[in-house]
């Protein structure tokens, strides 16, 4: 559970509330701090300690979701910064209502295989079965595929496709739309299919065996998951202290695990056989 920030200035760790008092009182300019009260407290608004699995868990790196549910964490305002901007597109985007019927940032429940996963997809508009999610990037992608379009980030492309899994709504396009300080580019993705028995094919059944699955396990038996190096860990994991800490205890404890001894010929002596 995140606890509070990781002074900018001192590395104390400060509860949210003295954080936030803080800048108010406008102490933190003597400390040449560089955020505004506004910005940490959209920033605090943003952090949402969650007990379900989410989509986002399930599609981003499973060991910081474990941290985050089994550790108390302290986190840096700088590693915060890059969701409470996106978070600046989506009210942008809530206050422009261009569909009579759209489906904004609402949170839905569902159950796979006796396991219940959540999720906020930005935008769903049912009269023209679109679902969209909206990035802010410092770089938008420029990857092109096979047909000469522009793919999404994969974990993106992830996310949104257990989105219109997730929702309650006949769903025939999906699209990223990404936000730099320079452009904007829309990604369509292509929908996966529920199940196949097609090995080649990426379904949502195939998805959630591979991931759901194990996350759900390391969470009910405790369980840290494996360490996986991923696009997260240079900038944007706010767990990356605990981790790297567990990962040397875990190292420590490799090592110092004694190889059985295999049955055979050592110092002259003949491994006994079953007949005697």
Known sequence: ????????????????????????SRLNRKLDCPFDEAVIAGMINNIKNKTA?????ISNCHRASFIQRHHDTWVYP??????????????????????ADAVIETRFEKE???????????LVIPSQKVLKDYKTTVNI????????????????????????WLVPYDIEEIEVVY????ETRICPVEKWAESST????????RYMEENLVPLYEAFESETMPPYARNWACAEYCGVSDICYRELKKE????????PLKKKGKKNGDTAKTANG
């Not at 936000?179 to 320079?182: F, P, V």
């Not at 097609?198 to 059944?205: A, F």
């Not at 190292?251 to 004694?258: F, N």
Request: hydrophobic share 40%; charged share 25%; glycine share 6%.
């Open 1 to 24: 559970m995140v606890k509070g920030f990781y002074c900018v200035k001192t590395d104390e760790c400060i509860p949210f509330s003295g954080c936030l008092e803080c800048a108010r």
């Open 53 to 57: 699995i989410s989509v986002t868990m």
């Open 78 to 99: 700088s590693g915060m910064y890059w969701a409470f901007r996106g978070q600046i597109a989506h009210k942008v985007m809530e206050e422009s209502t261009l569909h």
């Open 141 to 164: 992608p420029s990857y092109l595929n096979k047909d000469r379009l522009v793919l999404a980030y994969e974990n993106h492309r992830v996310q949104v496709n257990l989105y219109a």
């Open 198 to 205: 097609k090995k080649s094919y990426q379904t949502v059944d």
């Open 251 to 258: 190292l420590m404890a490799a090592r110092r695990v004694v």
């Open 112 to 122: 796979w295989d006796g396991i219940m996963v959540e999720g906020t997809p930005d």
């Open 179 to 182: 936000m730099s300080m320079e």
